[in-house]
Structures are given as structure tokens and as C-alpha cells.
């Protein structure tokens, strides 16, 4: 397989982050980093490696010494001043609206790789315009396939927290569009109906 895939690293929270998002959701938060209890969480973006020990989405990273995806790192104030972090403070709502967002880019990342940059990725001759991914090269599709499924689950996780919680998912219309071009390329999805 060619292409640095940025998100060999997501896949489901790990037990730490499950318990760390509760007690978000409980509004009192152990920072990651300092250990210290803080009711102000706050949430922005970095590049850096160090980044990974704070992203809940990056714990399974297969790199995490060099992990240099966009990551979305939660820590407090505190330490976010140290790091020199450009970070806002946010609530549940908004967290999880973050990592929503965030899982939605990376599915559409994975969904125009499936159906059309594969074939820059792996140097497909004219000749082999016209193949699928699986006809051409099996083992990346079965990855790329195994890692869009991580990432749908996780979707899940997400969806199902602002539906317990009865709260509106942002741009709920993504969801459609994104299963309807998978299906439309024969492809099946768990965000299908
Ligand atoms: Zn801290
Ligand atoms: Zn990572």
C-alpha cells in the first residue's frame, strides 16, 4: 500500500477516553496531561507529535512518535497555554460536535479514495481506468474497506451519544449523501439504511 493513510490511527475510543468523555459529560474533566481536575476544557488543533497522547481520536495511532495527522487535542487551559495549543474552550455539545466532524472528514476521505484517488495513488495505467479498487489491488481495498468500517462504528458512537442525549446532529443530511454514494458505487455501508 502506497498512500500514508492519516487515519490508520482512528478507530473506536479506548477504555481511558471512554472514561474521560464520561467525565466530560459529567462536566468534571482530568486533564490528560497534568491530571489536574478542571471544569474548562479546552479543545484545538495541532500537527505535532505530542499531540497524540492528548487526541481522542489518534489512541490507537500505529505512529504516535511521529504522528503528524491534524489532531483534535483536549486538554486544560493550563496546559493548552503551555504547549502553545490555539484552543477554545468548549462544552459536551460542542466536543462532540468536534469529533463528529472530524470522523465525517475522514470518512470522505476514505469514500473519494474508494471511488476515484486510488488510481493517482497507485500509478493505474489508462488500461486499467476502468477497474474497481478490490479488481486491481485486493489488499489495499480490503484495508481501505477495514478502516472505512472502524471509522463508520465510530460514526455510530457519535450519533447514538446525541440521540441518547436528544440533542440535534449538525448538517444530519451528511450522513444521507455519504451512504448514497457508496451505494450508488455498489458499495455497502453501515451508515446505509
Ligand atoms: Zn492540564
Ligand atoms: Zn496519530
Request: some cysteine.
Given at each position: 500500500?502506497?498512500?500514508?493513510?492519516?487515519?490508520?490511527?482512528?478507530?473506536?475510543?479506548?477504555?481511558d477516553?471512554d472514561?474521560?468523555?464520561?467525565?466530560i459529560l459529567?462536566?468534571?474533566?482530568?486533564?490528560p496531561?497534568?491530571?489536574?481536575?478542571?471544569?474548562?476544557?479546552?479543545?484545538?488543533?495541532t500537527r505535532?507529535?505530542w499531540?497524540?497522547?492528548?487526541?481522542?481520536?489518534?489512541?490507537?495511532?500505529s505512529?504516535?512518535e511521529?504522528?503528524?495527522?491534524?489532531k483534535?487535542v483536549i486538554?486544560?487551559?493550563?496546559?493548552?497555554?503551555e504547549?502553545?495549543l490555539?484552543?477554545?474552550?468548549?462544552?459536551?455539545?460542542?466536543?462532540?460536535t468536534?469529533l463528529l466532524?472530524?470522523?465525517?472528514?475522514?470518512?470522505e476521505?476514505?469514500?473519494?479514495?474508494?471511488i476515484?484517488y486510488?488510481?493517482?495513488?497507485?500509478?493505474?495505467s489508462?488500461?486499467?481506468?476502468?477497474?474497481?479498487?478490490?479488481?486491481?489491488?485486493?489488499?489495499t481495498?480490503?484495508?481501505?474497506?477495514?478502516?472505512?468500517?472502524?471509522?463508520?462504528?465510530e460514526?455510530?458512537?457519535y450519533?447514538?451519544w446525541?440521540?441518547?442525549?436528544?440533542?440535534?446532529?449538525?448538517?444530519p443530511?451528511?450522513r444521507?449523501?455519504?451512504?448514497?454514494?457508496?451505494?450508488?458505487?455498489?458499495y455497502?455501508?453501515?451508515?446505509?439504511?
Amino acid at each position: 500500500m502506497k498512500r500514508e493513510r492519516l487515519i490508520g490511527g482512528a478507530g473506536l475510543m479506548q477504555i481511558d477516553w471512554d472514561k474521560t468523555i464520561d467525565e466530560i459529560l459529567a462536566d468534571k474533566m482530568a486533564c490528560p496531561r497534568c491530571g489536574s481536575f478542571t471544569n474548562e476544557i479546552v479543545a484545538g488543533y495541532t500537527r505535532e507529535p505530542w499531540g497524540a497522547d492528548y487526541a481522542p481520536r489518534c489512541q490507537s495511532c500505529s505512529r504516535k512518535e511521529d504522528c503528524d495527522a491534524r489532531k483534535l487535542v483536549i486538554l486544560c487551559a493550563g496546559c493548552a497555554g503551555e504547549l502553545q495549543l490555539r484552543a477554545r474552550p468548549v462544552d459536551q455539545v460542542t466536543l462532540m460536535t468536534m469529533l463528529l466532524n472530524d470522523c465525517r472528514k475522514d470518512l470522505e476521505e476514505c469514500l473519494d479514495y474508494l471511488i476515484e484517488y486510488w488510481q493517482d495513488d497507485l500509478d493505474v495505467s489508462p488500461e486499467d481506468a476502468d477497474k474497481r479498487l478490490e479488481e486491481f489491488d485486493s489488499e489495499t481495498f480490503a484495508e481501505e474497506d477495514e478502516a472505512r468500517r472502524r471509522l463508520e462504528e465510530e460514526y455510530l458512537t457519535y450519533h447514538r451519544w446525541f440521540r441518547e442525549h436528544g440533542l440535534r446532529i449538525s448538517e444530519p443530511g451528511w450522513r444521507a449523501d455519504y451512504a448514497e454514494e457508496l451505494i450508488a458505487h455498489g458499495y455497502s455501508t453501515l451508515l446505509g439504511d
